[in-house]
């Protein structure tokens, strides 16, 4: 069974950096695209960043770029996001999903073409 779990939310201070990590079981990453999204009260859900993993292509959201980054490691077969000079607008659950390393690039960055989600883990950004 094809499984997501993420990890490493918590509460931080505006500039401060957390890691987010997306755990996966049940495939391998090599075929799959991972994205994060997040998605903060009275908002809707958006992409933040997704990397595909048999080349290890990556893509950011203007607002992200230079201040995140992406990664991934198949020997512990995990995405991680890592988050530096977090603002107040960052705060969100944030979600990582995988969807199958198919069709345009452009579809990577729609929530709607990924098929497994995970639960979510908040990040919350407070002074």
């Known amino acids: 069974q094809l499984q997501l779990v993420e990890s490493g939310g918590g509460l931080v201070q505006p500039g401060g950096s957390l890691r987010l990590s997306c755990a996966a079981s049940?495939?391998?990453?090599?075929?799959?695209?991972i994205g994060w999204f997040r998605q903060a009260p009275g908002k809707e859900r958006e992409i933040v960043s997704y990397?595909?993993?048999?080349?290890?292509?990556?893509g950011y959201i203007a607002s992200v770029a230079g201040r995140f980054t992406i990664s991934r490691d198949y020997a512990k077969n995990t995405v991680y996001l890592q988050m530096n000079s977090l603002k107040f607008e960052d705060a969100a659950v944030y979600y990582c999903?995988?969807?199958?390393?198919?069709?345009?690039?452009?579809?990577?960055?729609?929530?709607?073409?990924?098929?497994?989600w995970g639960q979510g883990t908040q990040v919350t950004v407070s002074s």
């Open positions: 999903a995988a969807r199958l390393s198919t069709g345009s690039r452009w579809n990577f960055m729609r929530g709607d073409t990924y098929s497994y």
């Open positions: 049940g495939f391998t990453l090599d075929k799959y695209v």
């Open positions: 990397i595909e993993s048999s080349d290890g292509t990556k």
